[in-house]
């Protein structure tokens, strides 16, 4: 599909976060909830820049002061606006009246809460104001249109939207809706804005009603149909849930597209920023959290969580592993079943194929780590660093405390807590002399049976 080229003209990206649904039953802002690994308004945001948007105007609702610092984390430049009241969503643009003086000649108004609107759609709104329309809105044909206000068309022309409350009966019929989100020509945008009134049973300011100002101006209107789910907007957990469903189907086709053997795709879980090679094979039921790099011809076996970590190429995960935070895995590196690695470099060609904790470590190329095997990295206050030298061998069942070095080519016996640092090339053996005491199990056994026949 050829996608739409970005006009080359400056473009103002208005967020509108002032609203919050009051059916998620959680503490969290609705716009500051998640889906693949991304806050609702990073998504939006994201969207916004691909498309484009060199400034950012984010208007939010009074004290949503975690709103404004997610929203300048993610575009540092961005200007934030406050609304006090709420008056409609033309007075909540409004509320961004110094950025849309700033002179943008594209304008984009989009919500917080519609995370699934890609980047090209919006670029095609863009590109309807360079063909001469004053407004672009976006809009759906719905399998079920009922609750959506409707587009009214003549020829290429937007009409009008009517909200459904206020259609007629054939306007009701007409299955082409509006997707909420709209462009308006930087030229116009306040004077459109301005002129929108509050003629409503709510006393609200519509941003719907810049269709009819513009016509009243003669200027053009337009709608730009799109897919349901690039404006598939958020009030509720179950409608999280969707949106997740539909982002997830498109990070796995986008991860298929480019190389990746999915063996059964809709058991597995990405993130937005989750980046894989060519040829890297994943395995059912495997969950990659934010932060992820899988270099090509890597295997992620099943049952596996990612989350913060780098795969080098060739590597082996898994099954049933855990790479937490700062892992960083070399070159053909093994991490087996039940292995969790966290804050650690595990060179090239180093294993660690069953049982292990290895945290706040570095293991060197080719060393071996044995069944059972921690780094014990923290000392109820502050955590530690384990180094493995290149070529050592830590025998199962090892204890390490950090900090501690092991020399390159060393070996750990099986069973050993080791508490100093052990030379390259040496042997370090820990335990405690065997006592065997002949035929006391014997004893100890009849001793019970003794006591337990008295009573």
């Not at 992620?300 to 795969?311: K, M, N, W, Y």
Request: charge should be neutral.
């Amino acid at each position: 599909m050829n996608r739409p080229t970005a006009p080359h003209t400056s473009c103002l990206a208005i967020v509108l976060a002032a609203g919050e649904g009051t059916r998620m039953l959680s503490s969290t802002p609705k716009v500051l909830h998640s889906i693949g690994g991304r806050s609702l308004i990073a998504h939006v945001l994201g969207a916004a820049t691909d498309a484009g948007g060199a400034e950012i105007a984010v208007v939010v609702g009074p004290g949503r002061d975690d709103v404004a610092a997610e929203a300048r984390k993610l575009v540092p430049q961005a200007q934030v606006f406050e609304q006090r009241e709420r008056l409609g969503t033309a007075h909540a643009v409004l509320a961004a009246r110094k950025a849309i003086e700033g002179g943008a000649g594209d304008i984009l108004v989009m919500f917080a809460d519609t995370p699934l609107v890609r980047a090209e759609t919006l670029t095609a709104l863009r590109a309807a104001l360079r063909a001469g329309a004053a407004v672009a809105v976006l809009g759906f044909t719905p399998q079920d249109p009922a609750g959506y206000g409707r587009l009214v068309m003549t020829g290429d022309d937007l009409t009008s939207i009517v909200e459904e409350k206020d259609a007629t009966a054939q306007q009701r019929a007409i299955g082409f809706c509006n997707g909420g989100l709209m462009a308006l020509s930087g030229a116009h945008a306040l004077t459109l804005l301005d002129r929108i009134g509050n003629a409503n049973s709510k006393g609200e300011y519509y941003l719907t009603d810049a269709v009819a100002v513009a016509r009243a101006m003669g200027l053009k209107a337009v709608a730009i149909e799109t897919s349901e789910d690039d404006v598939r907007g958020i009030n509720t957990k179950a409608q999280l849930a969707q949106a997740e469903a539909v982002l997830q189907g498109r990070l796995r086709a986008q991860a298929m597209d480019a190389g990746v053997t999915l063996v059964a795709p809709e058991t597995v879980f990405l993130s937005s920023d989750t980046k894989l090679g060519r040829d890297v094979t994943i395995e059912p039921n495997v969950v990659f959290g934010p932060g992820v790099t899988v270099e090509d011809g890597a295997v992620i076996r099943s049952f596996s969580h990612l989350e913060g970590a780098h795969v080098g190429r060739g590597a082996r995960v898994g099954p049933f592993a855990r790479l937490r935070p700062g892992a960083t895995l070399g070159t053909d590196v093994h991490i087996g079943n039940f292995v969790e690695v966290k804050q650690a470099t595990i060179e090239d060609g180093a294993k660690a194929n069953h049982l292990a904790y290895i945290g706040d470590a570095r293991v060197g190329e080719g060393a071996n780590i044995g069944a059972g095997t921690i780094t014990c990295n923290y000392d109820g206050v502050d955590k530690h660093r384990t180094d493995i030298g290149k070529g050592a061998f830590i025998g199962t069942n090892s204890s390490l405390v950090a900090p501690v070095k092991i020399g390159d080519g060393a070996y750990i016996g099986s069973g050993s807590v080791v508490t100093r640092d052990v030379p390259a090339d040496a042997l370090m053996v820990e335990r405690a002399e065997p006592a065997i005491k002949q035929g006391w199990a014997a004893r100890f056994r009849a001793a019970k049976a003794a006591r337990k026949k008295k009573s």
